[in-house]
């Protein structure tokens, strides 16, 4: 039986950054869309050219992704042409082979919103769909407010879906922009508008999470016929979000029916990177991960209740509904008990340290993790930290050097120019081989910047490890990351630093302390003594 | 027309405590329960007597609720009657008028994980429910893993439910334990259930949310007939959590055709509570209330793409699917890069900033926004920094005193016995009224801790500015968020400081440089100058 092609689109870029607090740099956009490539969407929509200046210069530095990058818009307004429409031209000349323009489908909103009339608006749609039609490009019509419009006056709401389609849409999606119905009533509308004429493989569905029913309205849309799905990263969007993309994909290609029936363009591979895609996006936007996010939540396959941990060791279907690898998530089951424990020594082997099971520094280790994860810290992603932890306790941890002490200042003044500027400097002592090493250094760069405390930190230890110096000229810090957490009964800070070095290596390390500087300290040492481990330093006895 | 009676069964209590890390205490437990009762649930589930002792202490003081009490249990074993089944005896013995007993339906894990034939679980599931029966106290099932044993064998999953039902259930839950079946099959299987016998206004429905789906599944078995939802407040429970009372609360009362057709608990007044109910469950936990959560969630009705602002201005329904009054929110408009003017003026005058509309400074304020966001300030949740920008565009911003310089320093060395401590300590210069006004603080708080550089700082700053000492006396710093993000070419650190004062007050402001500490200073800086305009200070000439 051939399956049914199903297209994804994503607008993470572009309906994601109406999420509260989320405004995306040009770089970072650039990132999440190669994530998206890699994932396997059909559709990338990239921003709205012309709207500011983030996104033009996004187009105007488009990334080659093998998905169709796309621009969004808006129809032309009332009163001139479509080729006369400067909103409208911007769009156009960001060059995509695609174009996704909104426009009204609710009677309502045509004539208090706009001002204008229903049958105005009508030709505002066709003629800005059939324009990019003329040109060779592929037109999409997001249908804003579809559903409340259809269910206000049905036949406004079809007589503005059927204009885009007759003048070439690809694509008619149909939106429920304020996320307030529910799956039933959109798989009904979604049917009265294929008998009404546009075909089910021309029909897409935009849907928001107001009612917690974006990822079960888009079923339904698709069950009645729909045939795109737009969606979002990590449910990203205004208000509640957009529908969930991240958990629409496992759904589309591991449960009944949908996996019998349709094809998507996510392989099973991309699909074992899902988890690693939904962090990465949290770590560009340093949130917390959502534990109980479907599927790629930290807590998604974690088995608490006593009955259901003993029952996943003899037969792990008997508490999960889908293998946890096949997301690339993992099994979590208390520490204490024997999977525990194998799990341990699964991590352990992926840091080249066999450990055979019954080692009693497998408990040894997890009682360390279990201490310090009560004090704010965490090894999910600081694997670096972690290896060093678990040599410790395995006796495999060379002490390469040791720090006597350190000392940093913040300073804000006036300059002789009577501008005020900032300045850090730092001291760190260590004893490397016996030998006790003072450095010093300041924090402006080559620009003149002040580049802060940790940066003038991390350049004062590097600058004098003795013979340890050549190993770690390479390395250097390219992100940090701060939090505030429950460490105990007192809130404090847990710093990740992710460094690189010239190999391509890129590993994270965590500190933690009520004091800021202090943490990332720390994090810094362990960065360092990962980096010497790698490159084989041997410490003298 | 009447009503339809569909019952709310909660079990935060017991379900919602296998979420990964929640423990609730006794006291815990007690409030909870009084948060469910005013709220309006028919059921409360406190727990499993005897499983625990939280729980077991929780029920020898139950609380006297409107909703019914109801204990926890499981069905007795094989092998021994009803009444010499300990376990069962224990859940007698609370004493509640309900009682609630799982039990499986699904064969496989009748075979495998209790090891019994299929009889003999009938024969359990019929000798229980009739025991709670003969007692003339309400028996309900909770039918484990129901929907997945009826996929695997419909004819033994129903003769277990039906063993329930004739043997004097008042309630037959159909569970769906594994969280991995769809609204679709849902319904289908609660119709066949329906079908077989167990009329609808017996069947309960239990659904987790591991495909994002328990809300939408919930309301598909209801469709097909079953009138008692079980659910937990915020969705809290093992894996992704059970499905959300906080949310289907609002759509039984609020949304076609439910409100029309059913009648349940709650009460109007009460639906205004759902959000003060849904962040005080958070504040038990400890827990940063979901932002992005459906009707109550901080982000549930924020706007902040410019021409979804502009239109709430004229008319909240054109992007809104219910009143935010409605569940006790509130509408949010945030300043980004993307808000208009007309936002921009709704905005100022939230801070009690009237600006009529065409003056200049409008246009300014949105230019400096717009620089300032490159720069990688974000006002969306900053709400106090966008107010003293605003005001000083206008003009209305006292310069109250004046920075001279700081000076902080962090310092990590071996104390008198031999232990590695660190110790912050800040110096601040201000000018006040003409004076110059030097503090110096350490970090250290009374359990000796250290706090950390920007708690010296901010304690510095805060021990003498002069007559404005007293404003200040009563703020404190209560949250602080650090994020790297892109600031033109280069990263730059952007603080978030939250802070809060004996009157209730709570705001926002932003920091943004390269250096850490400098960042903070400026948020800091911008706090207590929030502080001083809202207690009313006057700046001297």
Known sequence: MTREKLYLYDTTLRDGQQTQ???????????????????????????????????????????????????????????????????????????????????????????????????????????????????????????????????????????????????????????DTNGGTLPEEIGAITRAVI?????????????????????????????????????????LGERCGNANLITLIPILMLKSPYAERFEIGVSKDAL?????????????????????????????????????????????????????????????????NQAGQSNLRRRLSEAGLSVEAGNLALVRILDRIKEREAEGYTYDSAQASFELLAREELGQMPAFFEVKRYK??????????????????????????????????ESIDAEGRDRGPVNALWTALAKDLGRYGDAVADMRLVDFKVRITGGGTEAVTRVIIDSEDAQGRRWSTVGVSANLVDASFDALLDAVNWKLLREGAVARA
């Open 21 to 175: 607090g989320v405004q995306f740099s040009t770089e970072e956009k650039q990132q999440i869309a190669q994530t998206l490539d890699a994932l396997g969407v059909d559709y990338i929509e990239g921003g709205w050219p012309g709207a500011n200046p983030t996104d033009s210069a996004f187009f105007d530095a488009a990334p080659k992704t093998r998905a169709r990058f796309t621009a969004f818009g808006m129809t032309k307004r009332a009163g001139r042409s479509a080729e006369n429409d400067d909103v409208l031209a911007a769009v156009m000349n960001a060059g995509t082979d695609s174009m996704c323009l909104v426009g009204k489908t609710h009677d309502f909103h045509v004539t208090t919103a706009l001002g204008i009339t229903l049958a105005e608006n009508t030709e505002n749609i066709r003629a800005s769909i059939a324009y990019i039609a003329a040109q060779g490009r592929e037109a999409l019509f997001d249908a804003e407010h579809f559903f409340d419009g259809y269910k206000a006056n049905p036949e406004y709401a079809t007589e503005a879906v059927l204009a885009a389609y007759s003048a070439g849409a690809r694509w008619v999606v149909l939106c």
């Open 195 to 235: 008998d009404a004429g546009i075909p089910g493989d021309r029909l897409g569905i935009h849907t928001h999470n107001d009612t917690a029913n974006a990822v079960a309205g888009s079923l339904a849309a698709v069950d009645a016929g729909a045939r795109q799905i737009q969606g979002t990263l990590n449910g």
């Open 272 to 336: 074992r990177g899902l988890t690693a895609a939904s962090r990465q996006l949290d770590d560009i936007l340093n949130r917390v991960p959502t534990k109980q996010a479907p599927f790629v939540g930290a807590s998604a396959f974690a088995h608490k209740a006593g009955l259901h941990a003993s029952a996943i060791l003899k037969d792990p279907s008997t508490y999960e509904h889908i293998d946890p690898d096949l997301v690339g998530n993992a099994r979590v089951i208390p520490m204490s």
């Open 408 to 441: 940093v200042t913040v300073e804000r003044r006036k300059n002789k120019r009577n501008q005020m500027v900032s300045l850090s400097e730092a001291i760190v002592v260590v004893k490397v081989d016996g030998e006790k090493k003072l450095s010093v250094s």
